[in-house]
């Protein structure tokens, strides 16, 4: 079992910048990657950066060039560093761990936190 928890969600002003931290525990070496999901009201949820073991990254083409996401294994968490915020960023923010083999697939997702951006 992998349990993750995100924070540092918030309201920020649009051109602002946040970071958020997903702080994950439990078997940890069955998790193959990390990735950051967010869903707007009304919207599907969608993928918005990942990264995996072997540190290979890839971005949503809406959030290229303003956000990045990290990983600090000493501290088993990720961030996620959002800059130059728009307002059609507001949405819930999800962290959520693959650690399935074949196919791959994130089965573990945190509960969530908000991010606002007000224009």
């Known amino acids: 079992q992998v349990q993750l928890v995100e924070s540092g969600g918030g309201l920020v002003q649009a051109g602002g910048s946040l970071r958020l931290s997903c702080a994950a525990s439990?078997?940890?070496?069955?998790?193959?990657?990390m990735g950051w999901f967010r869903q707007a009201s009304g919207k599907q949820r969608e993928l918005v950066a990942a990264?995996?073991?072997?540190?290979?990254?890839n971005y949503a083409d809406s959030v290229k060039g303003r956000f990045t996401i990290s990983r600090d294994d000493a501290k088993n968490t990720v961030y996620l560093q959002m800059n130059s915020l728009k307002p059609e960023d507001t949405a819930v923010y999800y962290c959520?761990?693959?650690?399935?083999?074949?196919?791959?697939?994130?089965?573990?997702w945190g509960q969530g936190t908000q991010v606002t951006v007000s224009s």
């Open positions: 439990g078997i940890l070496f069955r998790i193959r990657a």
């Open positions: 990264i995996t073991r072997g540190d290979t990254t």
């Open positions: 959520a761990a693959d650690t399935v083999n074949s196919p791959p697939a994130y089965d573990f």
